[in-house]
């Protein structure tokens, strides 16, 4: 539990008078909370903390640690489909997903973590995600028919290739750090591992092109 005495609990009027504001708080000390325990590890009590509210807020807001974390799905996805119109082109896509990885108000690392917790089950929301992959690969596969991509590879593949790249800052910090070294500017390093990452699809654009 939090120890800190500055931080207390809204009162009833501050509630009612800004509750937009204190959702957005719960919602981003929940992001920095999933982010670093993942979650399962991630506790209510500790969300409330950063947050500095009460812990029954977020039962009365989200319903509690599973409708909170659907919520940041949910304004993740509403942000990607604005962020990243359908007709941007493919290396500029990527490179604005390394841009979105790396900011701590997206949560990119959250991926990672279900990725580590899977189980393989097949429950609504792991259908839900299916397809919406799937949305994915048919995009790919018609900038594939476009030309925009050269057709002979598989554009799951190739999918999976550009979310596993697109992450790979907010997943491997570690391996950043020692490659693009200790005092590098974490800024510094997603422009310039994002421009490269451009490049090299660009590799692929050309190609289907000429």
Not at 94 to 123: C, F, I, M, N, Q
Request: charged share 30%; proline share 4%; no cysteine.
């Amino acid at each position: 539990m939090s120890t800190d005495k500055g931080r207390r609990a809204p009162a009833p009027h501050e509630r009612q008078r800004d509750p937009e504001r204190t959702k957005a708080r719960i919602l981003e000390a929940a992001i920095q909370e999933f982010s670093a325990k993942g979650f399962a590890g991630a506790r209510v009590s500790a969300i409330a903390a950063r947050a500095g509210v009460n812990q029954q807020l977020i039962a009365y807001y989200f319903d509690g640690k599973e409708g909170l974390y659907r919520e940041i799905g949910r304004q993740w996805r509403a942000y990607e489909s604005e962020a990243f119109p359908d007709d941007m082109e493919l290396p500029e896509l990527v490179k604005h997903y390394v841009g979105a990885s790396v900011d701590p108000r997206l949560g990119g690392r959250l991926l990672a973590w279900e990725g580590l917790a899977d189980t393989g089950e097949d429950d609504e929301e792991g259908r839900e995600r299916n397809a919406r992959l799937a949305q994915e690969v048919a995009a790919m596969r018609k900038r594939q028919e476009s030309g925009e991509i050269d057709d002979r590879f598989d554009p799951a593949a190739l999918v999976l290739i550009g979310m596993s790249a697109g992450n790979a800052l907010a997943v491997y910090p570690q391996l950043a750090r020692g490659l693009f070294g200790e005092d590098a500017d974490p800024a510094d390093v997603a422009e310039r591992y994002g421009d490269e990452l451009a490049r090299f699809i660009g590799l692929l654009v050309r190609k289907a092109r000429s």
